[in-house]
C-alpha cells in the first residue's frame, strides 16, 4: 500500500518505524517546520523528520496545508505522491477536506487516548492531572470535526498511580505504533468496523499553560501529586524555584499549615486536606535535576518551613 505519513514530535516516531518497516511504501512524510533551539538558536529537525531521513523518506514542511502557496504546494505533492492512505500522529495541523478526502481508504489518526474521552492536543497529561487510572490509544478514521471521527481499534493500559507524564507517554507512543499496525493491516484485508463516537461521552483535553504547573498547597494531596505527574509541579523554596518532576502521597495526615515541610528526612510537604506529598525528584533553580536523597544531602531543611 502507498501510503504518507505525517507526524512531528517524539510520540509520532514508533508510528513512522512501523510504516517504515513494514514493507509498505512511504511516499511522503509531513512535519512541522524545523525550529531554533538552544542558545544558538541552532535549527533543529522535528523527531519526524530525522526518523524520516535515516529511512531516505522524502520529508515536506509546509507551513500550513489549509491556505496560501504553501498549502497549494502541499497539495500538489499529496496528489503527486497519490497515497492510497494518509497516517496522521500528533502533527500539528489541522488537514482540510481535501486531503481528508484525496486517498482511497482516507486518513487514520492515532490517538493517545480511549476514545471520546480526552479528545484535543494534550490527552497525556490530562490524564493525568485528573488521576484517571486507565487510558490507551485509539486509531481513528479521520473526519472534519477535532477527534470526531469513528473509531477503528483500541487499546487500553493501566496507569501506574506515581506513573509521570514522561512514562505514561513513552508507554503510549510505543502502543501508537503496535495500533497502527494492526490498524494497517486490517484496512488492507478489509476487517475493519468503524464505530461512531458517543458524543455525550466525550472531554477535551487542551493545550497545557506554563501557569498550571504552579503547585497550590491549599489543593489536597492527590490534586497536588497529579499536577506533579501531569505537567512538572513547581514552588517556591527561600525565595528561589524548586522543580518536582516526581512525588508520591505520604500515609497520614498532619496538623501543619499548607505548604509546611512536615517531615525533613523526606521532603514532605502538607496540602489542604491534612495529607501531604512526599518530593522524590527535583531540581533546584540552576542545577541539575536530581533524586531528593541528593539534593537533601546539600540542602538542611526545616520543619515548618512553608513552600509557596
Known amino acids: 500500500m502507498k501510503i ?11 508510528c513512522l518505524r512501523t510504516l517504515a518497516e513494514s514493507g509498505h511504501e512511504v511516499a511522503a512524510v509531513f512535519t512541522q517546520p524545523d525550529k531554533p533551539k538552544g542558545r544558538g538558536y541552532k535549527m533543529i529537525p522535528t523527531p519526524v523528520k530525522a526518523a524520516a531521513l535515516e529511512y531516505g523518506l522524502p520529508v515536506y514542511q509546509p507551513l500550513s496545508l489549509r491556505k496560501g502557496e504553501a498549502a497549494e504546494e502541499a497539495m500538489r505533492i499529496l496528489r503527486e505522491a497519490a497515497p ?10 489541522i488537514l482540510p477536506k481535501e486531503i481528508l478526502e484525496l486517498p482511497k481508504y482516507g486518513c487514520i489518526n492515532i490517538h493517545a487516548s480511549l476514545l471520546p474521552r480526552y479528545r484535543g492536543a494534550a490527552p497525556i497529561n490530562w490524564v493525568l492531572l485528573n488521576g484517571e487510572k486507565e487510558t490507551g490509544v485509539t486509531s481513528m478514521q479521520m473526519s472534519e470535526g477535532l477527534d470526531t471521527g469513528d473509531m ?10 506515581n506513573e509521570i507524564c514522561e512514562e505514561l507517554y513513552a508507554r503510549l507512543s510505543a502502543m501508537g505504533g503496535e495500533v497502527l499496525a494492526e490498524t494497517v493491516a486490517a484496512v488492507e484485508k478489509g476487517t475493519l468496523s468503524p464505530e461512531k463516537q458517543d458524543d455525550s461521552l466525550s472531554c477535551y483535553s487542551p493545550m497545557i499553560r506554563k501557569e498550571m504547573s504552579a503547585l497550590d498547597f491549599s489543593k489536597t494531596a492527590a490534586e497536588v501529586h497529579n499536577t506533579i505527574r501531569g505537567v512538572t509541579g513547581f514552588a517556591m523554596l527561600e525565595g528561589k524555584r ?17 505548604g509546611a515541610v512536615v517531615d525533613t528526612k523526606r521532603f514532605a510537604v502538607k496540602c489542604g486536606d491534612g495529607r501531604a506529598v512526599i518530593f522524590r525528584e527535583v531540581q533546584p533553580e540552576g542545577k541539575k535535576r536530581m533524586n531528593t536523597e541528593d539534593f537533601l544531602r546539600g540542602k538542611k531543611l526545616t520543619e515548618g518551613e512553608i513552600l509557596a
Open 152 to 161: 477503528l481499534i483500541k487499546r487500553a493500559t493501566d496507569i501506574g498511580e
Open 242 to 258: 524548586l522543580k518536582v518532576f516526581r512525588s508520591e502521597i505520604a500515609e497520614g495526615t498532619y496538623n501543619a499549615e499548607n
Open 4 to 14: 504518507v505519513f505525517m507526524g512531528t514530535p517524539d510520540f509520532a516516531v514508533p
Open 84 to 93: 492510497e492512505l494518509i497516517v496522521v500522529t500528533a502533527y500539528g495541523q
